[in-house]
């Protein structure tokens, strides 16, 4: 993670869930239809997209998208407004952090909040190697986009269980793990290795490497 130490201006927010009411993926994905970028959802909501159900509480929304083409998500959330987040602080889309960061939250006016705001969506700006998906924890991990991306019955994109068990594995908190196991099922034989690979490079001596 970036040293945001010295970035002036951040806010911080003990605790976020109260700042929180997400839209669902559904509601995102009618406002982004517009957008050409290769965008989806990740995160917990992309597992339940993933088997075609809602399986439990989510408290945000997390969306991805190539880092250059985040002006593409901000045109078309013109309602909304966008922070850089890190460390625990947000600071304004245009402040110093935002290059130092991947993560940017969208808010629209809220007076009922603590802060006059609600934030609706986390997005993701990810980095993009010669035109293919790459790891933000490692850039030497790419995919070409057709491997990254799948779409549900309604047609809402979303990230493959394998890469959102990738990033769930670096915290592996009780949500994750419950993710995991419950999505551990639904891989192909070809996608556990993938992701076993993936781990033993990230995060070698992961439990999750000898379940898989």
Known sequence: MADLDDVPGGVALEDPAA???AWRPAAAASR?????APWYVAGGWALDLHRGEQTRAHDDLEIA???????EIRAALADCDFEAVGSGRVWPADSQAFGRTHQTWGSEPDPSRPRGLVYRIDVFREPVVAGRWACRRDER?????????????????????QLVLLFKAKHARGKDQADFEAALPLLSPAEARWLRAALSRLHPG???IGVL
């Open 32 to 36: 982004l239809r517009g957008v050409s």
């Open 19 to 21: 700042h929180w009411d």
């Open 141 to 161: 991990i790419t995919l070409p986009y057709e491997r990254v991306i799948r779409h549900d019955a309604a047609g809402i994109p979303y990230l493959v269980p």
């Open 206 to 208: 992961h439990e999750w």
């Open 65 to 71: 998208v190539p880092a250059p083409a985040f002006g």
